[in-house]
């Protein structure tokens, strides 16, 4: 950072020497005008969602989206365009079903949660308890799990509270001799639709299937045991998890003018649940980041160092993708300036979180003098709504990077709406603003134009 310091003393010093960042502000501003009209990131999702739908990493679909975006990546005029093998989890759905059976028949709805092991051929058929958390149900005596079905049911309190569950139920009442886990819905709003999501086995510990309940069948059994009913429920589930397979990263470059070594990576994963179109999660953080590059192309600007995007493989399973990007670049990842991901919806971007970690064998970087140099995007970017700059998450797909040092930028959507849809059927392209879309393209089109042609660095590069 001292280098920096001294670097930008000296440049304000130079007699008659404007700004230095005058000329970034003034063509951020042209290109943020520019892109808030156009609609390329809406033309792509629609495509993305309608013609090649929910991509599951190792499926066909998901082939058929890296074909896609090859394509797509070509005619917005990245160069050096290509794929990036990676082996990937390979989880399939199947056929599943669950039904109560007392204390009356009710079809409930479910979706088997990712990387679920089956039910025994036949099915299992088991009376339910209810908990609230895992502290919980390791308070609750092993007798009353034994050759159970435990339901985690607790009201919505944001995202995190009822993931940790999802991801580690299973394995919390396996240890207490359960024989499968249902898992209220991380969702913040219902209309019978079921949220599915990844779990996670601790090694030593008997997998159990699971798999989530909608929001209204999770209240139903909630109530039923506040009054002291006996339910049982059969669960039939015949997923298959089946050896890794071929996927790829799909990358392509803006080079950059003057230090074409130095990288600004602008991404979103690629892959999806197998349900939905996968339309916010995350169709829309490729979009947007290919229309950010696709932007500044049009508006005939090469900023100094090379703008790269990248769609990520294998997010929701298992970020293969992400570390496969680490360990394919890991030579020039010192030359990586910043990363910046769009992973939580198409709601209006408020601003960036900040995500910094110390590179091998060099001293941690100031969060302080890193969050000063990110300041001076603010007057870019708050004409857009999006001037909320501070410390934050960068992203699960640019986190091994980000972990290695690469400075870490998440997009921060405003989410009201995305945890109503997120991991269901309901996400679609049709939930999807196009002039919120829009506007989100210009924020990250400012973002990374001005971190690529800007005097300095995050982190004094």
Request: with cysteine; charged share 20%; proline share 6%.
């Amino acid at each position: 950072m001292k280098r920096l310091a001294l670097f930008w003393l000296g440049t304000l010093l130079m007699a008659g020497s404007p700004d230095p960042m005058e000329r970034v502000r003034s063509h951020a501003a042209a290109l943020a005008t520019r892109a808030v009209a156009h609609d390329g990131a809406y033309r792509d999702l629609e495509v993305l969602c309608d013609e090649v739908g929910h991509r599951l990493s190792g499926s066909e679909g998901y082939d058929r989206a890296v074909a896609w975006a090859v394509k797509a990546m070509k005619a917005a005029g990245l160069e050096n365009v290509h794929t990036e093998p990676v082996l990937v989890p390979h989880w399939v759905r199947n056929a599943e079903s669950a039904r109560m059976t007392l204390p009356a028949p009710h079809d409930l709805s479910i979706l088997g949660l990712g990387m679920s092991v089956p039910t025994p051929p036949g099915g299992i058929t088991a009376d339910v308890v209810v908990v609230a958390s895992l502290a919980e149900l390791e308070a609750m005596p092993a007798e009353k799990v034994k050759g159970r079905i435990v339901l985690f049911e607790d009201g919505w309190k944001g995202y995190g509270h009822g993931a940790r569950m999802r991801f580690s139920g299973a394995t919390a009442a396996s240890r207490k001799g359960a024989v499968a886990m249902l898992l209220r819905s991380v969702a913040s709003l219902s209309f019978d639709t079921p949220h599915t999501g990844t779990l996670h086995y601790e090694e030593g510990v008997p997998p159990i299937p699971a798999a989530a309940v909608s929001v209204e069948n999770a209240l139903m059994m909630r109530r039923m045991w506040n009054r002291g009913l006996r339910m049982q429920v059969h669960l039939e589930m015949n997923c298959r998890t089946l050896p890794d397979a071929p996927a790829a990263n799909v990358v392509g470059d803006l080079p950059g003018a003057s230090r074409p070594d130095q990288v600004v990576l602008v991404g979103g994963h690629l892959d999806s649940w197998d349900v939905g179109q996968g339309a916010q999660d995350d169709g829309v953080g490729c979009v947007l980041s290919l229309q950010a590059a696709r932007m500044i192309k049009e508006a005939g600007l090469r900023p100094a160092r090379t703008v790269r995007v990248v769609f990520f493989a294998n997010e929701e399973n298992g970020t293969r993708g992400g570390e496969g990007y680490l360990k394919r670049h890991e030579g020039e990842l010192a030359r990586h300036v910043a990363a910046l991901e769009s992973d939580s919806g198409s709601g209006l971007a408020r601003g960036f979180g900040l995500e910094l970690h110390p590179r091998p064998g060099q001293p941690a970087p100031d969060p302080a003098k890193a969050l000063a140099v990110l300041q001076l995007l603010k007057p870019m970017l708050e004409p857009l709504g999006a001037g909320r700059l501070g410390e934050g998450h960068g992203g699960v797909d640019i986190g091994p990077s980000v972990l290695a040092g690469v400075p870490g930028l998440g997009m921060n959507h405003d989410t009201a709406k995305y945890w109503e849809v997120h991991h269901s059927k309901a996400d679609t392209f049709d939930k999807v603003d196009k002039g919120d879309l829009a506007r989100n393209g210009a924020i990250l089109a400012v973002a990374v134009y001005a971190l690529a042609d800007m005097p300095g660095t995050l982190t004094g590069l």
